[in-house]
């Protein structure tokens, strides 16, 4: 129903136009379509939405890795399965586990090669709840269109790990910039590196939100 | 109504993983020795050697209680691997008396006695003529015993004197039985147990009860246990006719040389033949697996399992298979061993039976969730490989790339007992790196003068780091560093040993400050990871 072109003469009639709207729409209950995100992307990302498409944009050494990964433990966490495609075989596994995931219901797929990246992702988008893929660079969009379909179609989670240099070609429900921040517990020379607390910006449609993540 | 069970020879080596450690170590022989496996709760016992029996080790008891019951006790993990590759050299021995032999596990095999029973006149020509060819062999631990049906023999091998096989007569096999607590049934579902806590603990008690009722109360599986207490097959129904066109066969061209290769085919076939049996509403308990190599040599070999074989299980037989075959460690000679790769391997069902089903989670959960998983594991291992496909399994160790082991999607991986692991003395401390880089990217560590920072042998840096130079994060300031941290590794082994130390460093990129881990070793400095 196209409410825009209504004349905006008549309040009265929009709204119960939008009341009728909002009772015949057919109901499905969110709680089945959502997987609830832990750790301290919560408050910034509460939900993900089943079938969508979540771009994780960092450069390296910002911190995308481990929030794509506190992603992936949302699927761990509410026993479903979580996959990662690991382009050069760099994820560090223990990363993960710090991350939240349940090791046992994780799988890695190291140094697929690029050309057949887009096949890898459409074989575990079939199979698990959420994909994580780091974006080759050149990938082509449409491999990238027909792999949101896919997920779309599967109700899978995609998130794609994108960054200045491999930026992800296609649209995406909502994007996380991640964009680092300083490192505490470090001086010259002595003291530990502490978790840090990066700065996030999620953007979902015209929504923003920005925020610091708790170590 | 049913027939009675065929009559089967059983040939059974008692302790066979004992014998096969002890074989592969000699120091063994005089030593008390109990091979373990990982159960349910921990490692429990699977076999133990006679002096260790004496002392009071079971099979079933756990670790420390068999080392508390038997000091000076040697125990070794299970190696099945390596006990298949032992058996076939027993399986080779019998092959020459009868082609129609059934291997049950390492350590167990079986034939039906009616064609070589009456070639070598009649149940006691047949075991002295198996005993004869064994003993040529130089096998004299192997127990021979002749019943009707598999349960029946493997029980009448147990029970043989060391060199006399027992026969029992036919029909006589129930009453034999009876005596035998419900231990021996072996059942994965601890059935024995409950049994013997209702007040039954010997199979004859068992067989007793009515059919139908111990259907009733305790399903399919106590309803074959049942059968197999009174001395009947198994199933029921007569074997269904295989219908011809069930064979998987997959040719390997180039031949495989490598037992992995060969399994990973065999992997997918046996998969395959489960799903178009399944489909068919049937399941087979026993398979024949053939393989053939360039030069035109063949092994056929029949595998049953006590319950419905698995495709999972099917692979690890076919891999205990050619692992025997390929290597050459059969030991019976050169001859019968491969001297080029596989290049055929094909699976024949030999006997069906409908299938009663598995039981699924009520909620489907979990167990869908892990199958749908599997297979797009699977599929993904048929397009990046089968060693790209991994999982991680954490393992102790100092640096970020020695702490976890890359597992291959398929394989055992042990998960560590303990919900926290504890820490590693000499371990990186701080947060895990999201990204760790192996080899090493190549890096330039330099003090304020330019030039590079080395660690002398007391663990004194020459200089504060000032800039980190590289490809990797290109020409970048250092913010804050920690360390050095001087590793020594292995400084016992003159060419092992490496010393280096580490140190953590914060450069300051355009985009935003980026901690990593650099190795100084030999002069030259390498990011080893980078906390993203």
């Known amino acids: 129903m196209a409410l825009a072109t209504l004349p905006s003469r008549d309040p009265a009639a929009r709204a119960r136009l939008v009341e009728v709207h909002g009772r015949t729409r057919p109901l499905v209950l969110a709680r089945a379509r959502t997987l609830t995100v832990p750790g301290p992307l919560r408050p910034l990302l509460p939900e993900l939405v089943r079938g969508s498409v979540v771009v994780v944009d960092g450069a390296a050494g910002t911190g995308a890795t481990t929030a794509a990964l506190s992603l992936c433990a949302a699927a761990t966490a509410a026993g479903e399965w979580a996959a990662v495609i690991d382009l050069d075989g760099t994820l560090g596994g223990e990363a993960g586990a710090a991350a939240g995931v349940a090791l046992e219901r994780f799988a890695v797929a190291r140094r697929v090669p690029p050309d057949r990246w887009a096949t890898a992702v459409a074989v575990l988008l079939d199979g698990v709840s959420v994909v994580m893929a780091e974006v080759p660079r050149h990938a082509r969009a449409g491999d990238a269109h027909r792999l949101v379909a896919r997920a779309r179609e599967r109700g899978t989670v995609l998130v794609p790990l994108a960054g200045p240099r491999n930026p992800w070609p296609a649209t995406a429900t909502t994007r996380v910039h991640v964009e680092g921040g300083p490192w505490p517990g470090l001086d010259t020379g002595s003291g530990l590196l502490a978790d840090r607390t990066p700065t996030v910006r999620v953007v979902a449609g015209t929504r923003e939100r920005v925020g610091v993540l708790a170590g | ?532």
Do not use: N
């Open chain 2, 1 to 532: 109504m049913s027939s009675p069970a065929e009559r089967t020879l059983c040939v059974w080596c008692p302790d066979w993983p004992v014998t096969v450690a002890r074989r592969g170590d000699p120091t063994l022989v005089d030593q008390p020795v109990a091979v373990v496996e990982r159960g349910a709760h921990g490692l429990v016992v699977r076999a133990a050697s006679g002096d260790a029996r004496r002392e009071g080790v079971r099979r079933g008891l756990r670790r420390r209680e068999a080392e508390a019951c038997c000091p000076g006790l040697a125990v070794l993990e299970a190696d099945p691997a390596a006990e298949a590759r032992a058996f076939e050299t027993v399986a080779r021995v019998v092959e020459a008396v009868t082609p129609g032999l059934v291997l049950e596990r390492p350590g167990v095999l079986t034939f039906p006695t009616r064609g070589p029973a009456r070639y070598f006149g009649g149940d006691e020509g047949l075991c002295r003529r198996v005993d004869a060819a064994l003993a040529e062999a130089d096998l004299v631990v192997a127990r021979i015993g002749i019943a009707d049906g598999t349960f029946g023999a493997q029980l009448a091998a147990r029970r043989a004197a060391r060199g006399a096989a027992l026969v029992v007569p036919p029909g006589a096999t129930p009453a034999f039985l009876g005596d035998w607590p419900v231990e021996v049934l072996d059942d994965a579902d601890e059935l024995p147990l409950l049994l013997s806590r209702l007040g039954l603990p010997r199979l004859g008690a068992f067989a007793a009860l009515p059919s139908a009722a111990v259907l009733a109360r305790f399903g399919p599986a106590g309803a074959r246990a049942h059968r197999r207490a009174r001395g009947l097959d198994e199933h029921p129904a007569r074997p269904v006719p295989v219908p011809p066109e069930l064979v998987e066969t997959c040719e390997l061209d180039p031949p495989a040389t490598r037992v992995d290769e060969a399994a990973f085919a065999a992997k997918g076939l046996a998969d395959r033949l489960f799903d178009r049996l399944a489909a068919l509403g049937l399941t087979c308990i026993q398979v024949v697996v053939e393989a053939e190599t360039e030069h035109g040599e063949r092994l056929a070999r029949r595998w049953r399992h006590e319950h419905a074989l698995t495709p999972g299980a099917l692979a690890t037989r076919v891999r205990w298979q050619l692992d025997g075959w390929l290597t050459g460690d059969g030991g019976t000679g050169e001859e019968d061993d491969a001297t080029a790769g596989i290049t055929l391997v094909r699976l024949r069902p030999d006997q069906v039976v409908p299938a009663t089903g598995r039981q699924l989670g009520f909620w489907g959960g979990d167990a869908a969730a892990g199958d749908r998983a599997d297979r797009a594991l699977v599929r993904l291992q048929a397009v990046a490989g089968p060693g790209s496909v991994v999982t991680v399994a954490p393992c102790g160790g100092r640096l970020p790339s020695e702490r976890v082991r890359w597992v291959p999607w398929g394989e055992a991986r042990d998960d560590p007992a303990g919900p926290e692991a504890p820490s590693w003395p000499g371990a990186v401390p701080g947060p895990p790196p999201a990204r760790v880089y192996e080899p090493r990217l190549a890096v330039s560590l330099l003090g304020a003068d330019g030039e590079p920072v080395t660690v002398s042998g007391r663990g004194e840096a020459s200089a504060a780091p000032a800039r980190l130079v590289g490809d990797a994060l290109g020409d970048a300031e250092v913010v804050a560093w920690g360390g050095p941290w001087p590793q020594d590794v292995r400084w016992w082994d003159r060419v092992c040993r490496r010393r280096g130390s580490l140190w953590h460093v914060v450069a300051r990129t355009p985009a935003t400050d980026v901690a990593c881990l650099v190795v100084v070793e030999a002069g030259q400095a390498g990011i080893e990871a980078i906390y993203d």
